[in-house]
């Protein structure tokens, strides 16, 4: 199946679309990025409300920390990943996949760290891995060493596909602020594992936005023929993640008829 979510569950701007909390937001999709677990812990009583809040088809696809994927450079973080697992525990069979965001610094020479730290790490669970570093999209060596260390491990290649915001005229705050930071990284759609994850990073044209996911409609359905695809989608300014996701989603239903209707919001979603 494909699964379909944001990247976060709420946002001020979605309270007009009748989404207040978690639980609002798991009536219209399956799964959502867990990227506050990169900053910080959530407290156990965070976890509980979590878990009260979706129900068993619902899936989490939380960060581990930049305490252990930044600051220590996966090295010497036994204790920290525990912790981080057990924080989690309440929540173990709502989990899509841990997701390893490394940073632009994390270099082809750190890659024995890398397949170490995966080596350690529980069976029970499906992983993504994120990587920046330029030598790791230049088709070389060290691509081809990094994917072939993730299928021998089953372990997913997280895809960013940042085209939109970088191809879109700098034509608001957000976007200028989009630009700066996000990375400007080619698109590899490689499938390393049976659950491969893409962050589409919209921009603020709407057609540009569809002509440049429509290159994804074929290597999604190829890769939910054989595994469980994960698309997940952003926006600039993330009060318009709903609205990108109503603009693609006829995209999608031409290739995912079981997707059904998009989600019925109480009132339309804007882009503008």
């Known amino acids: 199946m494909l699964y379909l979510g944001l990247p976060q569950w709420s946002h001020p701007g979605w309270g007009r679309l009748g989404i207040n909390s978690l639980a ?36 989490f696809c939380f960060k581990f920390p930049a305490t252990i994927s930044h600051q220590a450079g996966l090295r010497d973080c036994d204790a920290l990943v525990q ?25 082809p020479d750190n890659l024995p760290a890398l397949f170490q730290f995966l080596d350690s790490l529980p069976a029970a669970f499906s992983y993504g891995v994120e990587v920046r570093h330029p030598d790791f999209f230049a088709k070389g060596e060290a691509e081809r060493a990094l994917n072939r260390g993730l299928r021998d491990r089953k372990v997913n290649r997280v895809i960013l596909d940042s085209r939109p915001v970088h191809t879109s005229p700098p034509s608001s705050i957000a976007l200028r602020e989009a630009q700066r930071k996000k990375p400007r990284l080619p698109v590899h759609a490689i499938a390393t594992a049976g659950a491969p994850l893409i962050r589409f990073i919209g921009g603020e044209d709407v057609a540009l936005n569809t002509q440049l996911f429509s290159s994804w409609l074929e290597k999604l359905a190829q890769w939910e023929s054989a595994g469980s695809p994960w698309l997940f989608v952003h926006t600039p300014d993330i009060a318009h993640a709903p609205a990108l996701i109503d603009a693609l989603w006829p995209l999608l239903l ?19």
């Open 83 to 107: 912790q981080f697992f057990t924080r989690l525990s309440p929540l173990a069979h709502r989990i899509g996949q841990y997701w390893l965001q490394l940073p632009a610094t994390f270099a």
């Open 24 to 59: 609002d937001y798991a009536r219209y999709f399956n799964c959502v990025e867990g990227n506050t677990t990169l900053y910080a812990l959530p407290s156990p009583e965070h976890v509980a409300r979590w878990r009260d809040m979706t129900s068993d088809n619902f899936r």
């Open 254 to 272: 031409s290739q995912f008829p079981s997707l059904g209707p998009a989600p019925k919001f109480p009132i339309q979603a804007s882009l503008f």
